[in-house]
């Protein structure tokens, strides 16, 4: 589809280690550049669906042949919901206790992997008079559970396109896949992480698309103009919708009839029924835009929702990073100040900080806060709840890490220890963003958060504790892995947080 960037998979451990510059001549490798078994499923993003995932999903599609572009695929019934729960959250047939099972067993592997590859480096010390669980370079503690197993998703963003049915204005997930060309768009109904309250919204969107003239944007280059729904929520029950609207070649007068006709329908329409706190309205021609790029236009409401967390109250911005699991982001954030250490002689380096929760948590307890984050909404949240909770020492930076990063260090270059949390998206952290941080010698402490460890992140663990390399301008000591603790906050789904503690 136009606007979609593929990755190209690295299929070799050679190509892993070799963008990471670790090793550079043949014959480092153990397995002299041949594929070990299990490599794919663990380093290649696929270590829950190599293990588990592939093998429960697998018993509802077995013998099923996939469809080119399908107009007709029989009734929506619940075997489509069940499909469709086994590919979102294929662990929902299973007990949660089982559940945390099977994700501490791979977080296990996936750390077992990690330091195979420490071994391997040659003057990294992985033996430590730290404790250590068994078999491990690291102390592995027990997985922390989620407060809230089903329902728990605060966000969460609804496609449009065909459904089982053949109906092209159908509102849910996908099943298939754009390369088979057989994707079909299923309701939500039966996903277990899914709170009523967005399945609800997400219906009368429907509702509200099969009673416009306009029809929806199922590829660019097709035309079409209604795209994709987001829903926000809060514990305390308000609610924030978000259309995504492709203008094509409208008119401005053409694009505020549509713009009225939306909110006409919920707030004086059907959808009143969704009782939403506010409705936001964006016009885009890409797969995604910012806020910068295309402005959310605020139909009705309250411009933010916001949350109780940690004795803060937190802004959110539609466009704004907050973890999906209210409940379990607080587990989550009192694990990392409690592995981070940070006292009242101590600065507290947030990177990719979001809305700025785990530095605003812990600001109380050390000398400063400095924030950086690439949303400018985020960074707006962060500094109006600094504002609103009476938080005086914090400071917050828009942009690109690896862009801000370097200066802002060597800024603080007073002898100060520094204590540094990056919590980056599934791409992990720009080289830069560990260069800046392996040469700055007042880093001491490293918490390392983790959604996606047998991705992206593993090439940063290693540039992290791999040996002083002047190629790559890792100058530097180089830091030791002494923790990790695995935080559930997605029940259902084979994802895991993990807090890595690294120090030097």
């Known amino acids: 589809m136009a606007g979609i960037k593929r990755r190209v998979p690295m299929h070799s451990p050679r190509c892993f280690l070799s963008r990471a510059d670790i090793f550079s001549k043949p014959g480092l490798l153990p397995w002299c550049g041949r594929k070990p078994p299990g490599w794919s499923q663990l380093f290649l993003g696929s270590a829950c669906k190599g293990n588990f995932t592939h093998v429960i999903a697998k018993k509802c599609q077995r013998g099923q042949k996939s469809q080119k572009k399908p107009s007709h695929l029989g009734p929506l019934d619940g075997s489509w919901q069940e499909r469709l729960a086994d590919v979102v959250t294929p662990l929902w047939r299973l007990s949660y206790e089982e559940q945390l099972k099977v994700k501490f067993e791979a977080q296990k592997k996936i750390l077992q992997r990690l330091e195979s590859y420490l ?59 754009w390369r088979d060309g057989n994707i079909v ?6 996903l277990k992480n899914m709170p009523e309250k967005h399945n ?31 829903v926000r929520t ?11 609207f492709h203008p094509q070649k409208l008119m401005q007068e053409e694009l505020c009839v549509q713009k009225e006709t939306v909110k006409e329908f919920f707030t004086k329409g059907p959808g009143a029924v969704c009782d939403l706190t506010s409705l936001y309205f964006q016009e885009s021609t890409m797969t995604r835009c910012s806020h910068q790029q295309s402005p959310y236009q605020l139909l009705f409401g309250e411009p933010h929702i916001f949350e109780d967390l940690l004795g803060l109250k937190i802004r959110i911005s539609p466009d704004a990073f907050f973890q999906i699991n209210t409940s379990g982001a607080e587990m989550l954030y009192q694990t990392v ?85 990056v919590n980056p998206a599934r791409a992990g952290l720009h080289h830069r963003v560990i260069q800046a941080i392996r040469n700055c010698r007042a880093i001491r402490t490293l918490v390392f958060v983790s959604c996606k460890p047998q991705g992206e992140t593993t090439r940063n663990v290693i540039e992290l504790c791999c040996p002083p390399n002047s190629a790559k301008k890792l100058l530097g000591e180089p830091f030791v ?24």
Request: proline share 6%.
């Open 200 to 230: 609800q919204v997400a219906q009368y969107y429907e509702v509200f698309l099969r009673q416009s003239p306009l029809e929806p944007c199922l590829l660019f280059h097709e035309g079409g103009y209604w795209r994709e729904l987001t």
């Open 234 to 244: 809060n514990s305390q029950g308000h609610t924030m919708a978000i259309i995504t």
């Open 119 to 177: 071994q391997m480096l040659n003057g990294v010390n992985v033996t430590t008079a730290a404790p250590k669980s068994k078999g491990l370079c690291c102390l592995l503690h027990p997985i922390i559970p989620s407060p809230v197993i089903d329902g728990y998703r605060n966000k969460s963003t609804f496609s449009v396109n065909r459904g089982p049915d053949g109906n092209p204005k159908t509102v849910g997930y996908y099943l298939g896949t």
């Open 185 to 190: 768009c299923v309701r939500s109904n039966q």
């Open 337 to 421: 100040g409690e592995l981070s250490g940070v006292n009242s002689n101590t600065i507290l380096l947030d990177i990719c900080c979001g809305t700025g929760v785990i530095g605003l948590s812990l600001a109380q307890y050390t000398s400063q806060v400095l924030g950086i984050e690439l949303v400018e909404q985020a960074v707006e949240d962060a500094r109006w709840t600094a504002a609103f909770n009476g938080i005086t020492n914090c400071e917050f930076h828009t942009g690109r890490a690896e862009k801000i990063l370097p200066q802002l260090l060597k800024s603080k270059e007073d002898g100060q220890l520094i204590v540094a949390v």
């Open 481 to 504: 892995l002494r923790q990790a603790v695995p935080v559930d906050l997605f029940p259902h789904t084979p994802h895991c947080e993990l807090v890595l503690l690294f120090t030097r």
